[in-house]
């Protein structure tokens, strides 16, 4: 283990005789990219006393496409890392979930349980993104910003994944940083995963969504509001919407498919979006005029549509691993758990005498992650083929909608939230998940 040091900003010296340049940085361990997933590993190797370099194309604060609705589980995450969540500090507080569906609206509180706490939060990525890096930089970790990385550096003989290659805003040439293992967490695209040979899986669920933001007199919301079925007049839209409010004025207003939606892939979503406001009551004010920022969109990659999720040094957390709930689309709090599970499986393979022990204890990342989440993302892979036959979601939600028992185990199951010894419904969700067949 090294001693922390200050970020390393120099740029890199030319290449030797043999083309070879030395490393601008080196570290323990490399995480590229500083969202939750990157911010929470980073957080968690430095409290254990390794030196970890953070590196961040962009620059915080900054933008994310997000709904920025956070569940009870990314509530628990974020008091993990010692985050004030108090109002005081800029969070906003919900009670649970309002559903909208087959003409009939029911308010789902959070469930009440010992593993998670009862409430969830809203908050823009402009600030939880830069509250998370900040706490990884108090914790140690040498965030380093505008610096994007590029591809691997891979040992000549073996493959391994040895370093980085990066670029630094503003500066010709390019770095490389050198570590003992990498990681990726560089969200859906992950362009260091592709640059080891790792593609998404066509075989695991991808959603699509887009939102933007609007002066509201809806802003203060104390719930999070799910629609289950768009409607243009009497036409029935494909996907899923949202609106939360964000207690500043405005709300978050967006909607969503899923690659096994027939509309996936041919779908004009800004279109999609202005029909399904169209139809809402006018005083909610979803209008052009109030819009306070551009409609984007970006890809949500679900139920580990990336692995593995260990090869040649390198680990792959969050986005990057397809870590997003196919219930729900949440991925901040599975970007963060992730983050958790990966740091404290690094902190064990770094601390083995002998090379080959190392290799053993990273090798049980993906075992892991799929001890965790993997009967319960092959469940949401059975429910996202499901919901893609409209038929099946129109009779399923017009037969929930006046069974509010029913619907208070939906939000168990879909949020993922349970005991482990909990009532039945926890027993159930929990036996499902356990039943499932789980590959890795
Ligand atoms: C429209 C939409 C709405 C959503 N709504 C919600 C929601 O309400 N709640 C929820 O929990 N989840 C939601 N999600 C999912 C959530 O946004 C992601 O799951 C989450 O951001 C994953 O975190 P991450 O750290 O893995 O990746 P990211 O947040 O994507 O972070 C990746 C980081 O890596 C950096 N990076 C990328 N490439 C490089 C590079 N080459 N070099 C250096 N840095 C790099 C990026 O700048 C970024 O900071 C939504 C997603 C979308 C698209």
């Known amino acids: ?54 590196l961040e194309k962009s620059r915080f604060p900054r933008e994310k496409v997000c709904g920025d609705g956070l569940t009870p589980r990314a509530v628990k995450a974020l008091v993990g890392m010692g985050i004030s969540v108090s109002e005081q500090d800029g ?14 609206r029911m308010e789902l509180p959070w469930p009440e349980l ?28 040498r965030l380093v910003e505008g610096v994007t990385v590029t591809g691997p550096v891979r040992h000549e003989r073996t493959g391994r994944i040895t370093g980085v290659v990066a670029r ?26 592709v640059g080891m040979g790792l593609s998404k899986r066509d075989d695991r ?7 933007t933001y609007y ?54 979503y800004h279109a999609l979006l202005r029909k399904w406001l169209k139809g809402m009551p006018a005083e909610w004010g979803f209008t052009e005029e109030n819009r306070t920022q551009p409609i984007r969109g970006a890809a949500l990659p679900m139920g580990f549509n990336r692995t593995p999720h260990y090869y040649q040094g390198l680990l792959l957390v969050g986005d990057a691993g397809g870590m997003v709930n196919p219930f729900n689309g949440e991925g901040i709090a599975y970007a963060m758990e992730s983050g958790e599970i990966l740091a404290r499986t690094i902190t064990q393979a770094l601390a ?47 037969h929930s909608m006046s069974r509010p028992a029913l619907m208070a185990f939906a939000l168990k199951l879909l949020a993922n939230l349970t005991d482990p010894r ?19």
């Open 422 to 440: 909990g009532d039945a419904a926890d027993r159930l969700v929990n036996g499902l998940s356990r039943l499932a067949p789980n590959p890795e």
């Open 168 to 193: 630094a805003a503003g500066e010709e040439g390019e770095r490389t940083y050198a570590a003992r293992v990498v990681v990726a967490a560089d969200g859906n695209s992950s362009r260091l995963s």
């Open 215 to 268: 002066k509201t007199p809806r802003h203060d919301d104390d719930y999070l509001e799910s629609w289950l079925d768009l409607w243009d007049g009497d036409r029935l839209l494909p996907g899923y919407g949202w609106i939360f409010g964000m207690g500043d004025g405005t709300s978050n207003v967006g909607l969503g498919l899923l690659n096994t939606s027939a509309a996936f892939g041919n779908t004009d």
């Open 91 to 104: 969070w906003v507080r919900n009670k649970g979930l309002r559903v909208i569906g087959a003409g009939k």
């Open 1 to 54: 283990m090294t001693e922390h040091a200050p970020p390393d900003t120099r740029p890199s010296t030319g290449p030797d005789a043999a083309g070879r340049r030395p490393p601008a940085g080196e570290a323990d361990v490399i995480v590229v990219g500083a969202g939750p997933a990157g911010a929470t590993t980073a957080f968690y190797l430095a409290q254990s006393g390794l030196d970890v370099l953070l």
């Open 114 to 141: 010992a593993s998670y706490p009862g409430y969830g939060l809203v908050r823009t990525r402009h600030d939880l993104d830069e509250t998370l890096a900040r706490r990884a930089q108090q914790a140690g970790a």
């Open 352 to 398: 083995r005498a002998r090379r080959a022990e190392t290799e053993r204890v990273l090798a049980g990342y993906p075992h892991a992650l799929s001890q965790a989440y993997g009967g319960y993302y092959a469940l949401g892979r059975v429910f996202v083929k499901a919901i893609g036959r409209p038929g099946l979601m129109r009779f399923a939600t017009r």
């Open 205 to 211: 669920p991808l959603g699509v969504a887009v939102r």
